[in-house]
């Protein structure tokens, strides 16, 4: 019977601490995700003359064809019934006719630095292909490889810069729009997992 006795409190007592370490392990996950919250709170609310959070481009993803005619359009404008979205943006930031003057000459600057940046990648990318689809010599191939990607980080410089002199035009009300969405198109991925299970 004492054994019995010492059996059943070392099982309660092994109980109690596993019911311990549960309640323990929970509230340091609710801290974890507390402090979490916190932080991204903390970064997203906007300092007098803070940075915003630019998005670098992803260089894996970078489609030459597709960019190089989006460069090429955006000077294009639309038909009347039709919105351009340089007016969308302008609205939307509520740009004053002077800052959507400088935005235009940045947008003509940038254009005009990236367009040679993506036909040259453009060529580079359709001699790669030729060089895979024939098994060229692997040297080449590195060359057009490492070519291609300093054209990359060329282009990914030329974006940074134009952010950066965009951002230098804004004041600081527009910078915190701005800063809205670029954290909506860092979130717009995730959206379609939160839709079927109703949490917006």
């Known amino acids: 019977m004492a054994v019995s006795g010492w059996v059943k409190a ?5 109980s109690r601490i596993r019911a311990a370490m549960k309640k323990t392990g929970i509230a340091f996950a609710l801290l974890a995700v507390m402090v979490a919250s ?26 030459i064809e597709k960019m190089l005619q989006q460069v090429q359009t955006t000077g294009v404008l639309p038909s009347a019934e039709e ?13 004053q006719p002077g800052q959507l003057a400088e935005l235009q000459q940045l947008l003509q600057a940038r254009q005009a630095a ?40 060329q282009i990914a410089q030329v974006q940074q810069a134009f952010l950066t002199q965009f951002v230098g035009i804004l004041d600081a009300e527009q910078l915190q ?14 959206l379609p997992a939160f839709q079927p299970i109703f949490l917006f």
């Open 114 to 153: 990236l367009v040679p940046l993506f036909q040259t990648a453009q060529t580079l990318t359709q001699q790669l292909a030729v060089l895979l689809n024939s098994g060229g010599n692997p040297a080449q191939v590195g060359v057009l490889v490492i070519q291609i990607h300093g054209l990359q980080q």
């Open 38 to 63: 916190c932080e991204g709170a903390h970064a997203q609310k906007p300092a007098a003359k803070s940075m915003p959070v630019t998005i670098a481009p992803d260089l894996t993803k970078l489609n």
């Open 177 to 190: 729009k701005l800063q809205a969405v670029q954290i909506a198109a860092q979130l717009q991925p995730i």
């Open 10 to 14: 070392q099982n309660a007592r092994t």
């Open 83 to 95: 919105t351009s979205p340089l007016q969308v943006v302008a609205e939307f930031l509520q740009l």
